[in-house]
């Protein structure tokens, strides 16, 4: 069982970088991006930081898909899908499909074309919108990883 252990820990590892990350950005980064303290072309400043995390928080996501997607056959726990008690099971799928795609294809294909022009044309409705769904992703992370604690240790709501 050593290395279902490695497993957990190494998944517990990547979320705690990954959205240790993103709760930084939602709560540090974008208000003071947003304020202007780090400097008068906001963009410049977000892409700054962004450009640099966002490799980080692949790799994260790579590491934390992996080792779920061991523990899961490794311990034969497919049956939990059927579930509904195991909603910490399908939060944490979903979660993670969510920012795979942000951060493989959104980011590289959406962000990067669009959100340059509307930073430039109407910058506080842009960062507002962005800082928005930063607040989002966030909560749903961190309800994911509360239930996901919570749920693996015994506790059930259902
Ligand atoms: C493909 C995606 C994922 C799969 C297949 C997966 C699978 C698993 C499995 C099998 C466990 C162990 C459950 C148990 O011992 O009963 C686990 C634990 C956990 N996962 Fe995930 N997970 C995934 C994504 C995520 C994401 C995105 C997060 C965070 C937002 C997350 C957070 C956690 C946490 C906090 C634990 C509990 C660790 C502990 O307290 O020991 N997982 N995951």
Redesign the pocket.
């Known amino acids: 069982m050593d290395d279902v252990i490695l497993a957990?820990a190494l998944?517990?590892l990547g979320?705690v970088i990954w959205?240790g990350g993103v709760g930084m950005a939602t709560m540090v980064v974008l208000p003071a991006v947003r304020r202007g303290d780090l400097g008068e072309n906001r963009f410049k400043a977000f892409q700054a930081i962004e450009h640099r995390f966002v490799w980080i928080a692949r790799t994260a996501v790579i590491v934390?898909?992996l080792s779920?997607?061991y523990?899961?056959a490794r311990?034969d726990?497919w049956d939990r899908f059927h579930s509904l008690s195991f909603w910490w099971?399908h939060a944490?799928?979903c979660?993670?499909l969510l920012?795979a795609f942000i951060l493989f294809i959104g980011e590289p294909f959406i962000l990067h074309r669009f959100f340059p022009r509307l930073a430039r044309a109407r910058p506080d409705f842009a960062f507002a919108v962005l800082h928005r769904v930063h607040w989002v992703l966030l909560g749903l992370?961190l309800v994911?990883?509360l239930g996901?604690?919570a749920?693996?240790?015994g506790w059930s709501i259902f």
């Open positions: 957990r998944h517990v979320v959205i934390v898909g779920g997607l523990m899961v311990l726990l099971m944490m799928v979660v993670w920012f992370s994911t990883i996901a604690v749920g693996s240790h």
